[in-house]
């Protein structure tokens, strides 16, 4: 069976500082990946998603970046951290007939 | 532009008390209507897709059902441990295999 996992769990970091987010899947090869934001009490906003490896594309401007360096690992990182990258992180893998399944998220809190 | 509309943005039902969720959608030629369920701090966890109208599907005191515009998830008879927010989704349109979600309805099953 797939399992995905996202590290770290919880994070608090000064503004300014830089991120990075882990995201690996096991059990399924060549998946689409994606990293998706979650502000409190809304919906997920798309971030990135790619479909191979080296192959990102962004869904909206922002300062964040990903990186896909091996077929099962996600990576979303930052150089400089803004205010309004708090939330809730999410990253998730997906089948060619769309079903997505998502990991246990990451909350990030910028000070 | 597609767009995933959920409502009632919250609903408080007691233990037994049915009721229904509504998810309805503006998108041509749709490739799946998505189901999921989340709980606080954690990743929405897969329930069903639809892919044609009069498409039903259950699970448990859940049941989601299909129509042109719109879907329904059918809550029977709700426990306490129901209590979570439900997201529909549906594919985002330009062939990025990406989700676009609706922000859900935190559903409340008091004992």
């Known amino acids: 069976s797939q399992t995905i996992h996202q590290w770290p769990a919880t994070l608090v970091q000064p503004v300014g500082s830089p991120l990075s987010l882990e995201c690996t899947v096991e059990?399924?090869?060549?998946?689409?990946l994606y990293w998706y934001r979650q502000a409190a009490g809304r919906g997920l906003q798309l971030l990135f998603y790619s479909v191979g490896i080296g192959q990102i594309s962004s869904e909206v401007p922002q300062n964040l970046s990903a990186s896909r360096p091996q077929d099962r690992q996600f990576i979303l990182s930052s150089k400089k951290l803004l205010l309004s990258d708090s939330g809730f992180y999410l990253c998730?893998?997906?089948?060619?007939?769309?079903?997505?399944?998502f990991g246990p998220g990451t909350r990030l809190t910028v000070t | 532009e597609d767009q995933v509309t959920q409502s009632p943005e919250a609903l408080r039902l007691q233990e037994g008390e049915s009721s229904s969720l509504n998810c309805s959608y503006t998108v041509s030629g749709l490739r799946g209507l998505f189901w999921y369920r989340q709980d606080p701090g954690k990743g929405p966890e897969f329930l069903f897709t639809l892919y044609s109208a009069g498409e039903e599907k259950e699970k448990e005191r859940l049941k989601a059902t299909l129509t042109k515009k719109e879907s329904f998830l059918h809550i029977t008879a709700p426990k306490p441990e129901d209590s979570a927010t439900y997201l529909c989704?549906?594919?985002?349109?330009?062939?990025?295999?990406?989700?676009?979600f609706g922000s859900g309805t935190r559903l409340q099953v008091q004992p």
């Open positions: 998730a893998w997906g089948r060619q007939d769309h079903e997505q399944y």
């Open positions: 059990g399924t090869s060549n998946p689409n």
């Open positions: 989704a549906v594919p985002t349109k330009g062939g990025r295999r990406a989700l676009t």
